[in-house]
């Protein structure tokens, strides 16, 4: 059973910091491309950053470039969001995934999805 555990979130003030985790179990994680998305009240899930299963390569959306940052621990099988000098429109639940195919951003067809963390940042 494939399960992805997001770790992390809660509530910080403007220009605060998080580093959410995600924990991967029952899928060969080094063969996936990880994602982070969110989604805000109201709204649609979006994509926010992804890095190759390889760790190489990540795409930013362009809303997180430069405050934001992914990384990968295959040994550990999990993924990490570093998220600096967060603003109030970066309040949202954040969701991880794992996917082979679609890169950079599968939309909703990611493979795997967490059940997500509330991120809130307080104006």
């Known amino acids: 059973q494939v399960q992805l555990v997001e770790s992390g979130g809660g509530l910080v003030q403007t220009g605060g910091s998080l580093r959410l985790s995600c924990a991967a179990s029952?899928?060969?994680?080094?063969?996936?491309?990880m994602g982070w998305f969110r989604q805000a009240p109201g709204k649609e899930r979006k994509f926010v950053v992804a890095?190759?299963?390889?760790?190489?390569?990540?795409h930013y959306a362009d809303s997180v470039k430069g405050r934001f940052t992914i990384s990968r621990d295959n040994a550990m099988s999990t993924v990490y969001l570093q998220m600096n000098s967060l603003k109030p429109e970066d309040t949202a639940v954040y969701y991880c995934?794992?996917?082979?195919?679609?890169?950079?951003?599968?939309?909703?067809?990611?493979?795997?999805w967490g059940q997500g963390t509330q991120v809130t940042v307080s104006s």
């Open positions: 995934a794992a996917y082979r195919s679609s890169w950079p951003d599968p939309g909703d067809r990611a493979d795997y």
């Open positions: 890095v190759t299963w390889t760790g190489r390569d990540t």
């Open positions: 029952g899928l060969r994680f080094s063969s996936y491309h």
